[in-house]
C-alpha cells in the first residue's frame, strides 16, 4: 500500500492556495460591484462623481502603484541584495541583485519622462 502523506500534504497545499486566490477575488468582485451600485446610485440623484483613479485620474505621490515610489524601492532592495549576496556568496551571485535594481531604475527613468509630466501639469493660462 503507497504512503498517501507526500500526495496528501502537496495537494492540501495546492488546494489552500486555490481557496485563498479564490477568496481574494470574490473580495475584490464585490468591493467592484459595491463602489458601481454607490456610483450608479449617485448618479441617480444627480450627484456629479469624481473621477476613479482606474478612470485615467493621475496617481498621487502616496499611492502604492506610483512609479516613484516602486523605483526607489526596487532599486534600494536590489542595492541591498546585491550587497547581501556579494558579501555571503561573492560578485558572480550579486549580479542578482543589480537585476532587481535595474528594474528600479526602469521605473525611475520613466517616472522622470512621462510620470513627473502627470504629477506637475503645467499651469493653465488666463484667457
Known amino acids: 500500500m503507497p504512503d498517501f502523506t507526500a500526495i496528501v500534504s502537496i495537494t492540501t497545499v ?3 492556495g486555490v481557496i485563498i486566490v479564490a477568496i481574494v477575488m470574490w473580495v ?14 449617485a ?4 450627484i456629479p462623481l469624481p473621477d476613479l483613479a482606474g ?21 534600494f532592495i536590489g542595492a541591498g ?3 547581501a549576496l556579494y558579501l555571503n556568496a561573492g560578485p ?9 535594481a535595474m528594474f528600479g531604475l526602469g521605473d525611475l ?7 513627473r509630466k502627470v504629477d506637475n501639469p503645467p499651469p493653465e493660462s488666463p484667457s
Do not use: C, T
Not at 109 to 115: D, N, R
Open 55 to 75: 478612470d485615467g485620474a493621475p496617481l498621487s505621490r502616496n499611492h502604492y502603484h506610483h512609479p516613484l515610489r516602486g523605483g526607489i524601492r526596487l532599486l
Open 28 to 41: 475584490h468582485y464585490r468591493k467592484s460591484m459595491m463602489r458601481n451600485q454607490e456610483r450608479l446610485a
Open 92 to 100: 558572480q551571485a550579486a549580479a542578482w541583485g543589480g537585476f532587481v
Open 43 to 46: 448618479i441617480e440623484k444627480g
Open 109 to 115: 527613468v520613466y517616472w522622470a519622462l512621462v510620470g
Open 14 to 16: 495546492f488546494a489552500a
Open 81 to 83: 541584495l546585491a550587497f
